[in-house]
């Protein structure tokens, strides 16, 4: 895959895309729904470098650690969302400013120590 560099602070200039292109988001750690989306982009004959995902990979699903492999080794384009930041960041909050307490926060906690603990600095 060709690398590509920055046009700016965080910015990677894609170039012209080729159709079909296929934007998904938010696959969240559920490993059957990507690996079932990378089926069909594969039946559709959408490449890798027309795929382009908005980001939280990791978040409330079961597979955290091998849904991250899955987008990686589809090689697929990624664009930072708030759940890679907040890994990244090596916090216990995802960062979606949930109310303190409510279920959404607690729930959040849950996950991401889940997450965190699965997770490895490689993926």
Same mark, same amino acid.
């Given at each position: 895959?060709?690398?590509?560099?920055?046009?700016?602070?965080?910015?990677?200039?894609?170039?012209?895309?080729?159709?079909?292109?296929?934007?998904?988001?938010?696959?969240?750690?559920?490993?059957?729904?990507?690996?079932?989306?990378?089926?069909?982009?594969?039946?559709?004959?959408?490449?890798? =470098?027309? $795929?382009?995902?908005?980001?939280d990979i990791v978040?409330?699903? #079961?597979?955290? !650690?091998?849904? %991250? *492999?899955?987008?990686?080794?589809?090689?697929?384009?990624?664009?930072?969302?708030?759940?890679?930041?907040?890994?990244?960041?090596?916090?216990?909050?995802?960062?979606?400013?949930?109310?303190?307490? =409510?279920? $959404?926060?607690?729930?959040?906690?849950?996950?991401?120590?889940? #997450?965190?603990? !699965?997770?490895? %600095? *490689?993926?």
């Open positions: 895959m060709q690398r590509l560099e920055p046009a700016g602070p965080g910015i990677i200039d894609l170039g012209a895309l080729t159709p079909p292109v296929l934007f998904f988001g938010g696959p969240y750690s559920n490993l059957h729904a990507t690996a079932a989306l990378i089926g069909r982009a594969t039946d559709l004959g959408i490449p890798p =470098s027309s $795929c382009i995902c908005t980001g978040a409330y699903g #079961a597979h955290p !650690r091998e849904t %991250a *492999e899955a987008i990686r080794d589809f090689g697929c384009h990624v664009v930072r969302g708030n759940c890679e930041e907040a890994f990244a960041a090596r916090t216990d909050d995802c960062g979606c400013g949930f109310s303190e307490g =409510s279920r $959404c926060d607690v729930l959040s906690a849950q996950w991401m120590d889940h #997450a965190q603990r !699965r997770l490895s %600095a *490689e993926i």
